[in-house]
């Protein structure tokens, strides 16, 4: 089982390396328009043939998995259904101190998160067939997301915590490189540079954690991590450390700034890597080493505030934005930080099944999302408008998404977020009160920001026009028509599941039963905020409902300011400290050496005053020498 | 087969002298190629014939009596220290002079070229499989006269001073190492490293130790180099020619850092232990000071010289440590950074060659349009130089926090984990300053670099040509301007349109190195297997 796990995980990396170096031929200034229509046909097939491999071996394996021995009561949440579990070790790498084992397995919990990257990563890469169609740079592209589709699997797979940390950087340079994807303009470079190092900079408490967690336990190796008997002050270090990483990489507060910015990139990168997938990582991470994160309280509690404050505050920020995609990117903050909610309230289970909801209907939002901009030309919802009669498909998948975003039955998110509300509202800490109340008000505006931009792009005036020539960021020009075929496809298997993932959810992989009380407040509260937008834009429908938030809409669509204070605390200052650097370099460090020189020069000049040539000096100088001499012998002799 | 080793050092020996004898050869560069790639043939079969069971062990020795009055001897040998660095130097040599057949550098004398670089590989080599301390010392000088040539006939334009000052500040460094050498030979009564090491320092007094280890640290620490140390370094970078920085920041620098691995840590434990907190503070200082200097410079070779101080701030650092772990990182760190510093300098080297400038402001953007296989190689390089997990850059920097978090029973351990957070800062801010070049140079739109034509009088001109988005520093005289005009070859770099992408002959110096940086970035054992029982050895650890 364990060679198909890596089957599963090395057939991407194969597509991504026959991707970047297929594509290269035939080279130079011989090279058609024709080669490159023929490279990017090469490209797309090594990326889907790789795709379904691995999503057909996934299938298996989740099968073999599945007839395993049931469970003991009491152990994970994946123990019912998914009881099997495979690990393979491919050789110890002895460094001195803590062996690296090379090691994979795969178990429930791996197997749930593993079907959704290989769904969504094969949605997407069918997706971008059509939407990236005539870009000469399409074969790197198609690349970088099988690359990125490994990495994200060997994250998944992980037996070990270092095998795990070098997919999770893996995964963070393809983000780099695929938000950076148009990079003639300034500001697409801009934003992806600041992913990384945003990301980067998490990453760093991540491997102290992992060292902490490593040299304490003897091992890198989960297993032996889990088992492992460490004192309760490691236990809080190391998982507060391991939090940095993921506030990172799933962008919660304080390092959430990266994500809109994130954006930039084309928008199929926005649904399967700042969507579906990699911001995940962060909740897969805890979900795994769970049991360590029970045993260290403080942390759970450090998790539940900042789970707090960023759900409410992106969910306000996405009610004030007038880019499509980054009212989807600061939902995307928002549910990540249900989902961290979920795991500081004790329950990995409803933060798991809100993953994988999550994970269609936001796919299914950014894809839908991508035919609307394709069609319309702009990220702008102040460009759109109307749009129902002229793309019905995608009408209908992105009704879907909103339904299931906003958490009304029976789409999948409304089973998954109640089941992260009754999990909270039944929990127990100090922050408790604080979590619960962020979480139902989050609710509301979830509601009101789904409710706008649904309303804002399919129905009233239209406002599409045709723009003369597309701006780098925007594939296509307005041409009249629904997305091509390819495009569709996609947008239909995400909509099914984003539709049913719930239920089957709650039925087949028994990850939750509904809590009707907390249901029924839920989905009062999200009507109430939905309703109130309704009316508002029935009133007028051509000015946007965000005049709602009245004096505190600006600061909301400028996120709070926070991006502004990070530039006046940390990067003009590094900035200005690097000049600093730079000056003392010259004067100070490189003055000394150069200043030591100078001296031994001068030196040298005054002895050589005494090499005048003059005979009778030296003469005398002799003389003076010998008498001194002769002085201390008979004095000290 | 002890006969290997001496073969290592006479195959390019006897290739320079030849080049001394005979009067004319027909091709000078093929027959550079040809003597090196024999050195490197011979150092493939020195590895073939290393015996992988021992790699802790002293292996094909050779030991005779040199200079029998001062007890001097021609040992050599090598363990699984020595062995990845002397194929490594075999290996980065012969790709130099591969990308030496097309890409000469300014300053003709082709045929002294080549034999400076053959007598300058003798020393590289001798100096990694010296066992006599004196020996080593005698290596590690052979080294510098080459050096000082290579910079001041075939360098840029400020090449002299860049020489002069390359030359006195490493032979200060080496007096002061020579001191201590000789003070291990007083108290010790020795000088094979093999019998001195086997002591763990035993029958030399600590205090004698510990101003042996000053010495001899100091003297190293000028070539690794260690900030405050380093000044040197930029300028003989900048200056250098592509092979003379390659080979500089792949081989030169792992002398110093050899140094400690087989002499200052094995000889003087105790002296070390007394002196590993400095050492380590002065590494992360280095680590952070470095990236700082990188983030502001505008010359492109100028910022990757500076990188040198920060990554060799991460192998100083896995020393200071005192672990097995820690030296390992040292160790890999060396391997991997004159990998990937080594190819970088060549990108870097191939870029000025095409621009006629390493200025960032006068590079403008978009190399990814103009040249998009030079910045796919740069991009590529630099990702691995700042330490993505999977390439190999990752590993030693990696070991090296690791060591740090747990080190060595007699250090304090607080100390060490602090300079461990301090380097992980470092870490971050090494990606921010690869990352903001990457967005200067390879993204956004190629500009128009200054062209040759008129000569333009005011600063304002040259701002213009310039274009508004870049931002230029004001040129206040006209000599400036003329100057800037004249770097800019006529003809091909206007308009972005007919620079001349990668050649084969740099493909063929390139590729070796970006697969070897794989190669160690996905299977770390392959050089982790080698130098851990060495370094076990060293410490007394049985595994």
Known sequence: MIAVTTLIVLLPLAAAAAGLLGSRWPRGASRTERDNAFASRRAAWFAIVAGTGSLLLTVWLAYELSSGRAGAPGGPFWGGVLPGKAEGTLTLIETGSVPISVTLRADGLSMLVGILVVVVALAVQVYSVGYMRGDPRYPSYSAFISLFTSAMLLVVYAGDLIVLYVGWEIMGLCSYLLIGHWWEDRANSRAAVKAFLVTRLGDVGF????????????????????????????????????????????????????????????????????AATMVAAGIFIVARLYPLFL???????????????????????????????????????SQLAYMAGALAAGSDKAAIFHLLTHGAFKALLFLCAGAVIHHVGSNLMSHMGGLRAGLPVTFAGMTIGFAALMGLPPASGFFSKDAVIAAIEHSHGPAQPFLYGSALLTVGVTGAYAARAWLRTFFGPARVEALPEPPPGTAHVFDGREAPRSMLWPIGLLAVLALLLGIAGLGIAGLGDVDWSSAVVSLVVALLGAGIVYALWRSSPHIDPARLLGPFRVPCERAFYVDAVYAALFARPVFRLARGVVRTDEKVVDGAVRGSGRLTVGLSGLVRLAQNGNAQLYVTGLLAGVLLIAVAAVVFG | MSWLLIALLAVPLIGAAVLLIAPALGRVSAYGIAVSGVTLAVAVAVAVAFDYGHPGRMQLQTNRPWIPGLDLRFHLGLDGISLPLAVLTALLTFLCFVYLARHRPEGGRQRALVFTLLVLEVGMIGTFLALDLLLFFVFFEVVLIPMYFVIAVWG????????????????????????????????????????????????????????AFLAIGVGLAVKTPMWPLH???????????????????????????YGFARIAIPVLPEGAAALAPWLGA?????????????LAQRDLKRMIAYSSVGHMGFVLLGFATLTPVGMNAALFGNVAHGLITGLLFFIAGAIKERYGTADMARLGGGMLRRLPYIGSLLTFACIASLGLPGLAGFWGEMLALLGAYKPAAVLSRPLFVTF??????????????????????????????????????????????????????????????EEAAEEAPTGDVPGGGRLVDVTVYELAAWVPLVALTILFGVWPKALLAVTTPAVQAIFGVTS
């Open chain 1, 295 to 333: 045993g260290a309280q403080p942390t759970l509690d450090v998790l539940a505030v900042i789970a707090a404050i960023g759900m409410l505050g992106a969910a306000l920020a996405a009610l004030a934005q007038d880019d499509l995609k980054r009212v989807l990117a600061y939902s995307t903050i």
């Open chain 2, 156 to 211: 840029g334009r400020d090449r002299r001073r860049a020489a002069v000052k390359f030359i006195l500040y490493t032979l200060l460094g080496s007096a002061v190492l020579l001191l201590g050498l000789l003070a291990v030979w007083a108290q010790a009564g020795t000088l094979d490293m093999v019998d001195l090491a086997a002591r763990h320092g035993s029958g030399i007094p600590r205090s004698a130790q510990i101003v």
């Open chain 2, 231 to 257: 000044t040197w370094l930029p300028d003989a970078h900048t200056e250098a020619p592509t092979v003379g920085s390659v080979l500089l920041a792949g081989v030169l620098l792992k002398m110093g850092s």
């Open chain 2, 420 to 481: 461990m957070a301090v380097g992980g800062v470092g870490t971050a801010l090494t990606a921010a300053y690869f990352l903001v070049m990457l967005s200067r140079v390879t993204h956004g739109r190629p500009i128009d670099t200054v062209p040759a034509g008129p000569l333009m009088a005011s600063a304002e001109e040259v701002r213009e040509f310039l274009g508004p988005d870049e931002p230029v520093e004001p040129v206040a005289t006209g000599a400036a301007v």
């Open chain 1, 207 to 274: 491997l102290f954690g992992i060292f902490t967690l490593g040299v304490a336990a003897g091992s890198f190796r989960i297993d032996d991590v889990l088992s492992a008997d460490l004192p309760r002050s490691t236990l809080i270090t190391a998982t507060l450390l391991l939090l940095a990483g993921v506030a990172g990489k799933s962008a919660q507060v304080p390092l959430q700034t990266w994500l809109p910015d994130a954006m930039a990139g084309p928008t199929p990168i926005s649904a399967l890597i700042h």
């Open chain 2, 282 to 294: 002065f590494a992360v200082v280095g680590i952070v000071y470095g990236s700082l200097a990188c």
